[in-house]
């Protein structure tokens, strides 16, 4: 699965007690958040003093995680962050492909003197890392966690706060276990979390079932009043702007989950979230079956991803960004017009 030469010169890298880094991607998510924290309480164990940096706060309820309180936000600790990711010899990239994506972070990151290893499922990773953990063909950063745990021969390690970290990684970025996740090999994984003490029942109750009243209303208003549907094109898009968030009292992770609805009408089989922020409009891209996201993203919204989920971002505001959209996805008519079954 692994570089043999990669391990090896990890290995040899990990065997003196060293200042580490472990970073996580922007608008941080359960995978990047699991993934780092299940690294943070492993590597600990062998003695080196490691510390996790996220680029800006994580949503509420990823906080019952073991060890989530430890984690330095950049936006609040700028300038320890920037001190730990210079005295770090080892930097450990998290569930992103590219530097940029640590977004205000990244020029600090880049020019961070430690050596650089990636850890990641996401195509075609940047050049900027020294060593590569990259598998696309992977359900999670987390899973890939795991595999570089084993990979060290420090399957004995394992823990119950690493394996609730790595099962929630797992979790979320499958939808619980319904996208990405056609290898055996990931459920062989699971199944040996939950022999180290993970309550699959309670992990999901702490991350789902914790909405706001607000929240819930939110989603509500977002598929009632926001929600446009072009049957024609197989497409759907929910568009909130500042307004709808503040009416809803946005907190960080209100929308998450949301842009999954539309998918669930039978015949939509792409379907786009577009979330007013500063001077931007954040994308979320969600498909089912072949239409590929990534590439979707990529080529018109400044983005990327995965196939099936990607995100990118837009400067018009919402009714030419709409319109923009509509447009764009007129030309992929074809390509969206297939029908979810068997082959
Ligand atoms: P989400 O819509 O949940 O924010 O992101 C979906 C997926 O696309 C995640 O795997 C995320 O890492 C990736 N992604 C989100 N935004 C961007 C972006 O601006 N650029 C790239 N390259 N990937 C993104
Ligand atoms: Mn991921």
Known sequence: MFDTTTIREVKQLL?????????SHKNPDGDTIGAALGLMHYLRQLGHRVEA?????????????????????????????????????????????????????????????????????????????????SVVETSSTG???????????????????????LYTAIMTDTGSFSFACNQG???????????LG?????????????????????????????????????AAAIYLDKKDLSDFSY??????GVVNYPLSMEQINLSILLTEKNSLIRMSFRSKGGFD??????????????????????????DQALQHLEETLSQYKNELGYKIGFE
């Not at 569930?95 to 290893?117: C, H, V």
């Not at 966690?145 to 609730?164: G, P, R, W």
């Not at 706001?212 to 024609?232: A, D, P, Q």
């Open 53 to 133: 940096l996220v680029p800006n706060e994580f949503p509420s309820f990823y906080r019952w995680l073991p060890g989530s309180d430890q984690l330095l936000i950049f936006d609040q600790k700028a300038k320890e962050v920037k001190e730990k990711l210079n005295n770090a010899s080892l930097v450990f990239c998290v569930d992103f492909n590219s530097m940029d994506r640590t977004g205000n972070m990244a020029s600090f990151l880049q020019e961070a003197p430690g050596i650089k290893i990636v850890i990641d499922h996401h195509l075609q990773p940047s050049d900027e890392f020294q060593h590569y953990f």
């Open 198 to 234: 993970v309550d699959p029942t309670l992990v999901h109750r702490l991350v789902y079932d914790t909405f706001t009243e607000s929240r819930l209303r939110l989603l509500g208003h977002s598929i009632s009043n926001k929600m446009r549907v072009w049957n024609e094109l197989h």
């Open 251 to 256: 907190q960080v992770g209100d929308t998450e």
């Open 185 to 195: 090999r990931t459920y062989e994984i699971v199944a040996r979390l939950i022999d």
């Open 143 to 165: 899973e890939l966690v795991y595999s570089f745990i084993e990979a060290m021969d420090h399957l004995q390690y394992l823990n119950k706060e690493i394996a609730l970290a």
């Open 15 to 23: 065997l003196q007690p060293r200042d580490i880094v472990l970073v």
């Open 293 to 318: 996201c990534n590439l979707f993203a990529r080529k018109h919204y400044n983005g990327g991803g995965h196939k099936n989920a990607a995100g990118g971002n837009t400067a018009l505001p919402m």
